[in-house]
């Protein structure tokens, strides 16, 4: 049976949840405590590390409650507050895998070596990759390589760490001027060597470049990246081309790094088994060890982002330097932090800085597209996704969905023309997607071009095959089927429709309008009631509140329409 990965880096993912073990004593701030608490139900580290400040302060050798106070601390990456209360924890008898990190993790910024060598001989341990990675770290910053790589090689020859083992023996190998080592080990098959990944490649091309290898480092990079156009990517196959070696910096400098990259990596290759609070401990200490590891910093944010910590991830995205190749993926993640948190005009400000700085980057107009489009800002949408389209390539992989999003956004500008195009064009590239198919479907259909209902019916139905639980998609197969006049048929799909969004005003709206068409008045009323109830737009609810008092059939005769008339559909029996 698979060894899981929560089992050899010893997750523990309770820790990472803010609530008392054990009983709080008299607390003369029971206020600060119990709003700590509701905080650290929720995972919202700023608010209770402010409160768990306040609550210690009143009950300073509370073990429990110190416990939790270093946990939140190190939830906002104020690892230096953290440790500060994880000695005298310690000292009392208590034991914390979250004060462990916080202490590795200050020794490690330090570069106080033997600190790490005596927590993890005292007993006070974070993990058997860390405390392994950590150790042998520390031996190449007190210049004992021979006895990292041994026990880089012990952490490779355990079951589950090989891959991980053997990329930071790598990473020292190349720190020592061993070139030709750590290019031997890139080399060797991921069964036994290490799993490709983009830090990985970027690593083994840099090293390739030193060697004088360019003519391979030229392939790797082409099979790695093919046309990504991203910096770091474009910078390092800049350097390649032209036969020099990349001025990026390595992906591992100095020992303090190596621990660093460590924790990151463990929050990385851990996402999915332990849940985002825990994984944002790891982060913030892989944070502070290198504050200057823009890798560090937006893997931090976009844990934040996860946890709804909007503001924070913002503020942590804004950390990445502005020469550094990462600086606009850290930026369109500020953006995306600023939308969330409610702030769209920041986010538009920031993206549109964005297009300007890096004019040659065609995701920053993509990502300025999104946001417009979300705020219903259409033609400024359209416009972000044409220069998006002019700045890639015809074979890049993202075209389909700028197309489709600028459909969209021509769609609700009323130029069906345009739409249409993008829409077909988008399927010409991706022709199977059921999003783009839905949407030209029903789109032809809530038009009204009859002539197009038997294409249209086609789309949506091979849509609903390949996405059957959108209620979106099942409702357009219900409309088709309303607008052909076969009322009966919709029946089925519309109320299944209902069933997957019960939420949503316009299918609620949609069979109601069903139900009135083969006679089942009474239940169309209601339907249209509870429509009315998810506060549809205004101009939808003063239809369906028209429809409530007179019927549809006389809101179809104010309107001057006709609805389609009854077709029986032959089943063959």
């Not at 270093?70 to 440790?83: H, K, L």
Request: glycine share 8%; net charge negative.
């Amino acid at each position: 049976m698979p060894t899981r990965l929560s089992t050899v880096f010893r997750v523990s993912a309770c820790a990472a949840t803010l609530v008392l073990a054990g009983p709080i004593a008299a607390d003369p701030n029971a206020g600060a405590y119990l709003a700590a608490r509701q905080a650290g139900l929720i995972g919202d580290y700023p608010a209770a590390s402010g409160y768990f400040r306040d609550a210690l302060l009143s009950d300073a050798n509370n073990l429990a409650l110190m416990e939790q106070t270093i946990t939140a601390f190190v939830g906002t990456g104020e690892i230096q507050s953290a440790a500060s209360i994880s000695r005298p924890f310690l000292e009392a008898g208590g034991e914390s895998q979250i004060a462990n990190i916080a202490l590795m993790a200050q020794a490690a910024r330090a570069h106080e070596w033997d600190a790490i060598f005596d927590l993890i001989e005292a007993g006070h341990e974070v993990g058997p990759l860390l405390d392994g990675i950590s150790q042998a770290w520390a031996y190449v910053g007190k210049g004992d390589l021979d006895n990292a790589l041994l026990r880089l090689d012990e952490i490779i020859d355990t079951p589950g760490l090989r891959g991980f083992g053997q990329q930071h023996k790598a990473l020292a190998l190349a720190m020592s001027g061993d070139l030709e080592g750590a290019s031997a080990i890139y080399d060797l098959p991921a069964n036994v060597g290490i799993v490709p990944t983009r830090a990985s490649v970027v690593a083994h091309l840099q090293i390739l470049c030193q060697l004088g290898e360019f003519e391979r480092a030229a392939g790797i990079s082409e099979r790695a990246f093919g046309n990504d156009p991203e910096p770091e990517i474009a910078a390092l196959r800049g350097a390649i081309n032209a036969r020099e070696i990349p001025d990026l910096g390595r992906v591992v400098s100095t020992p303090s790094e190596g621990v660093s990259y460590a924790f990151k990596g463990l929050s990385d290759i851990l996402a999915g088994e332990a849940n985002e609070r825990y994984l944002l401990l790891y982060a913030q200490a892989a944070r502070y060890i290198a504050p200057q590891d823009a890798d560090a910093q937006i893997a931090t944010a976009r844990l934040l982002n996860a946890l709804d910590q909007y503001d924070a991830a913002a503020q942590t995205f804004a950390q990445v330097a502005t020469d550094d190749p990462a600086y606009h993926s850290a930026e369109i993640g500020r953006a995306e932090a600023l939308r969330l948190a409610g702030r769209p005009e920041q986010a538009i400000e920031v993206l549109t800085q964005l297009t300007r700085s890096h004019p040659e980057l065609p995701l920053s107009h993509a990502s300025l597209g999104d946001i417009y489009r979300r705020e219903e800002q259409f033609a400024q949408a359209r416009a972000s996704y044409t220069a998006a389209l002019d700045g890639y390539p015809e074979t890049a992989p993202i075209r389909w969905w700028l197309l489709y999003s600028r459909g969209i956004s021509n769609e609700r500008l009323d130029d069906w023309n345009a739409a249409e195009s993008d829409f077909r064009a988008a399927l010409a590239l991706n022709p199977d997607d059921p999003s783009v198919l839905n949407y030209l479907g029903y789109s032809m259909v809530d038009r009204g071009m009859t002539e197009n209902y038997d294409e249209a019916l086609a789309m949506i139905e091979k849509a609903v095959a390949a996405r059957p639980d959108s209620g979106a998609i099942v409702d357009s197969l219900a409309w088709v089927y309303y607008k052909l006049g076969r009322y009966q048929d919709a029946v089925t799909p519309m109320e299944r429709a209902a069933e997957l969004a019960p939420n949503d005003p316009i299918l609620s709206d949609h069979l109601g309008d069903v139900y009135w068409m083969v006679g089942r008045d009474v239940e169309a009323h209601f339907q249209w009631r509870r429509a009315l109830s998810f506060e549809p737009e205004e101009a939808e609810a003063e239809r369906i509140r028209r429809k409530l008092q007179v019927g549809l059939d006389a809101v179809y005769a104010e309107e001057g329409a006709s609805p389609a008339p009854a077709v029986e559909v032959a089943t063959g029996d």
